[in-house]
């Protein structure tokens, strides 16, 4: 059907489309006309009014497509019209072909969503898996323990008998208090064993301190990187002692010496 005032209009971009440049009033150099002219003259008077201002370009076509603004009912009856060409109908269906094949959503588009999992069930599931992390968790838990424990029975026939406490890292503050943590070689419960303490830098008393396998477990992990330290500080604190011990015998030798020659008199 041609609209009054139209036939003449449409007569020169039906030649421009066909490559004939005497039909289409002399231009040259034509092979295609304007795509969103043809659409708009060609296509107007078969698709419903509120769809006449999209239709208009191959990408507002794709788009149209992509969201379901334009039917498949709609875009079958535009490429089945009298007044689309088989150029034309070509273009229109390769255009929402591309739209349709470049989405990333293309299973979304032919697959229905799946219905999300019901609560119970994921509540189940979530514990599950809860459970075995825990589990694997406490069990590196406790072989780590267990090879601090290796640390500690080594370190019992030498007899050491020093108290020695090395600071883990550079510790924490606020506007309320600060401190650090401490990893030592210490007496916990009547047994010299590793412990862990925090110190709260504000307060002028020490906290009792932790056996190793009692302490919170971030700071045993924390006190691991530490342990080396605590052995090289550890010699060095024997040496000390035996260097003030030897001086000490040197004075009492002195005290016997005198008490005897007292003694003596």
Known sequence: ??????????????AMWDGNPALAGGETGFSEPDYGSVMSLKITKQVPQPLVP??????????????????DAEVSRLLSSSNVNAPMAKRISDAVVSGVQSSSNLNA???????????????KSSFKQLAEATAALNTASDKLSKQVGQVEALMKPLNIGIECWVKMGQGWSSAESRG????????????????IREVDDCEPEYPDPWAFGDAPRRLRLKAVDYIPALLDELAKKAVEATSDIDKKMEDVSELVAALKESASQ
């Open 54 to 71: 999209e239709v208009q370009s191959p990408s507002n076509l794709n788009a149209l497509a992509m969201s379901k603004q334009i039917s």
């Open 1 to 14: 059907m041609i609209l009054p005032g139209e036939s003449r209009v449409k007569r020169r971009l039906t």
């Open 180 to 195: 650090h943590w401490d990893v030592g070689y210490v007496k916990v419960a009547g047994k010299w064993s590793i412990g």
């Open 109 to 123: 588009l032919k697959m229905p969503k799946p219905e999300s999992e019901p609560l119970p069930a994921r509540v």
